[in-house]
């Protein structure tokens, strides 16, 4: 464990710089993609410079391949395996450009045993793209397209260690899933699948199947992104009062819709209904629990079109049981397909559908043009905006800018972990201070960075260097840069990264400065990034594995306390640090961790008398 270290404000006199607002979308990606990154370079600016990404980041078009599988292959054209069933508009673009062999329900051995005959590979949720296709292709696999947003059924790394794009199609089935979540709705309340199996079965049962109505029945949305917001817009319609939980959303894009965003106790204890559209993470992994059902009204009603595993699948059939949860209507398991034998599928205030989500005839023609043109971009070696897994640049370029590209990430992957409450995030600033002057340092790759950490830990969309930007502004999120130009050697491009996000609660207060804002800020130290600053408190922690920030009176004896309950249970402390205000005031300890702790850890680490609070985050 190292000795508390904490670390002074390196600044000695500067001044500060307001960036220039990023360009928009349009113009940015096609002029990066083309362009160096300075108009007046330097030596510093020759050693930072990024070149177009597109050439490094998705291989050049494919030769032919002499054992294309295709009948009737062309010559000179890649081969694309499409392994589900893809729309007529999205083979036919395929066919413009490559040999394109549909085989849908291939066994795994089967997938294995083509996939060394193609450039790429479409699939959509039915098909495991796992680490054994890669190592099967021989190398020739350069891209896999997901027609469809969740890339859960890709392994991303292994993907990316065999050089594989993978790009998906994230917004063509959105209304979609949207539509399905409101036709679960009413087919629950209405009881439409169980009378109908019951009118089927010759029984003619009108009074068991007496609905509910929706009409001013108020319905909790828990995700206000793409699909969520398109619920609330049609359950308005339906004259329900929509309210919604997500504390990463803008409070003025809800309202603008006429819905409050709000807590989640207040969603949960004051909802007739609940309909889930956040992705799982670490964070919602089954958000919907014991606990969670025992806040709820008696007789919600939940509806998931989102992803299985943010309820706790055995909870819910407890909580239907009890009464609690009065029906259930789900698109979308931990499992899938669920067992035949699962209570949950069987229970009969339980409707279900095989996770048709995305499947109308319009979406699946969407999600296929936009897979088809983001699979044949990438064949091209374009760099495509729904890249998954793209490099932000060649590494060999980054042989300078690298650490801090990381600490970049990573400040943005800690200040959202921090966000709190209902309000949303409205305004994100990065101020980069420097001795290099403000043309000698580009500062786009480490926005994109930024807002890559800050979005991919809460949503469902991938960042880019082509996407980060719009993507911010989709969400609507601003965020703007400042310089402070410090006095000394431009040998380092960067002294230190803050980044402040305003106007937003915290789930660790401490982390809000004195003017406000949840702050965090990092250096690059023997080229690993490490947190120097949280709220007020200077720290000083490397930015490996996960880290526990407790804020606790400062006295003897805390370090020992918080490490004898990590080391019960075997939980490994690889970095310490301590920042206080005075001494025996407040203090701020930062504890970098390699395993992550249970529930019960950290919840005896809450317990001991002089923390005040803490949070544990994963960078
Ligand atoms: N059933 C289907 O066929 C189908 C089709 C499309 C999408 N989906 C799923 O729907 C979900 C939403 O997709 P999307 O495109 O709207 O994604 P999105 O990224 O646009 O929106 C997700 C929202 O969830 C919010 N969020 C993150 N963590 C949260 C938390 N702890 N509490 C509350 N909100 C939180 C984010 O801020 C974001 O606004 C995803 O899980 C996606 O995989 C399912
Ligand atoms: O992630 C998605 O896009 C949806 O869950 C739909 O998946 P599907 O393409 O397999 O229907």
Known sequence: ?????????????????????????????????????????????????????????????????????????????????????????????????????????????????????????????????????FEASGGRLRVVGRAGVGIDNVDLA???????????????????AAEHGIALLTAMARNIAQADASLKAGKWQRNKYVGVSLVGKTLAILGFGKVGSEVARRAKGLGMHVIAHDPYASADRARAIGVELVSMEEAMTTADFISLHMPLTPATDKMLNDETFAKMKKGVRIINVARGGVIDEEALVRALDSGIVAQAALDVFTKEPPAADSKLVLHENVTVTPHLGASTVEAQEGVAIEIAEAVIGALKGELAASAVNAPMVPAEVLS????????????????????????????????????????????????????????????????????????????????????????????????????????????????????????????????????????????????????????????????????????????????MSVGRIAPRKHAVMAIGVDEEPSKSTLTKIGEIPAIEEFVFLKL
């Open 158 to 176: 292994a993907a990316t260690e065999h050089g594989c794009l993978v790009v998906n199609a994230p917004t063509a089935n959105t209304v979609a």
């Open 400 to 575: 300078e800018l690298a650490p801090f590209v990381v600490l970049a990430e990573k400040l943005g992957r800690l200040a959202v972990q921090l966000v709190a409450g209902g309000g949303g995030i409205k305004s994100v600033k990065v101020t980069y201070a420097s001795a290099r002057a403000p043309d000698d340092l580009d500062t786009r790759l480490l926005r994109a960075m930024i807002t890559k950490g800050l979005i991919e830990p809460i949503s469902s969309v991938f960042v880019n260097l082509v996407n980060a930007d719009f993507t911010a502004k989709q969400r609507g999120v601003r965020i703007t840069e400042e310089r402070i130009l410090l006095n000394g050697s431009p040998e380092t491009p960067i002294d230190y990264i803050q980044v402040q996000i305003a106007n937003v609660e915290s789930k660790f207060p401490s982390a809000i400065s004195e003017t406000g804002e949840i702050t965090v800020e990092g250096r690059v130290k023997d080229g690993v990034p490490h947190l120097t600053k949280v709220g007020a408190f200077q720290v000083d922690v490397s930015l490996e594995g996960s880290l526990i920030l407790c804020r606790q009176v400062d006295q003897p004896g805390m370090i020992g306390s918080v490490g004898s309950v990590l080391g019960e249970e075997n939980v490994n402390v690889s970095f």
């Open 1 to 133: 464990m190292a000795a508390p270290s904490p670390t002074t404000a390196a600044a000695t006199t500067h001044h500060r710089i307001l960036l220039p607002s990023p360009t928009p979308r349009g113009a940015l990606a096609p002029a990066f993609l083309r362009l160096p990154l300075r108009a007046q370079p330097s030596a510093h600016a020759q050693r930072a410079r990024l070149p177009a990404p597109v050439a490094a980041a998705a291989p050049a078009a494919s030769t032919a391949s002499p054992e294309a599988p295709a009948s009737g292959a062309v010559a000179g054209k890649p081969t694309v395996l499409v392994a589900e069933k893809l729309g007529a508009a999205g083979l036919a673009l395929l066919r413009e450009f490559a040999n394109v062999d549909c085989s849908y329900g291939l066994s795994p051995e089967e997938l294995r045993a083509k996939i060394s005959l193609c450039d790429a590979l479409i699939v959509r949720s039915g098909t495991k793209v796992g680490r054994d296709v």
